[in-house]
């Protein structure tokens, strides 16, 4: 089975100028806890929401930062027609708990998790 059949659909962008301000909305207004940044279209980071700064940190030179100056960038993307099991290798590899799913082109199609995984793996072998 290739990862299409497991991947979450909806994914959360941000543009690569949004702020600190906006993404934090964002965060706020969703049940993800990674916020994808994309330039023109294509997938150049992400935002975890482990990595946003405590609210007591959060002073307005810090509100106005960028999304590119706080992003990683995505070391790892698989496309739709990547297997389930090599995608469970790679989280567990790279220690990270979801992978982007992308075009060829570079554009986000998708998001999959450890946690799509697992619900695969309970559906599947029970």
């Known amino acids: ?6 991947m979450t659909c909806k994914v959360v962008t941000a543009k690569i100028n949004d702020s600190l301000s906006t993404i934090c909305e964002i965060f706020e207004n969703v049940k993800f806890h990674d916020i994808f940044v994309v330039d023109n279209g294509n997938l150049i980071g992400v935002i975890s929401d482990r990595n946003l700064p405590a609210e007591k940190e959060r002073d307005a030179a810090t509100m106005n930062k960028k999304a590119y100056e706080i992003m990683s960038k995505v070391a790892v993307t698989v496309d739709a027609k990547t297997s389930i099991e090599k995608v469970s290798n790679l989280l567990l590899e790279n220690n990270i ?8 082109e570079g554009v986000i199609e998708g998001i999959v998790s450890w946690r799509d995984i697992l619900k695969f793996y309970l559906k599947n072998h029970q």
């Open 97 to 104: 708990s979801c992978i982007p799913v992308v075009s060829p």
């Open 1 to 6: 089975m290739t990862v299409a059949s497991i």
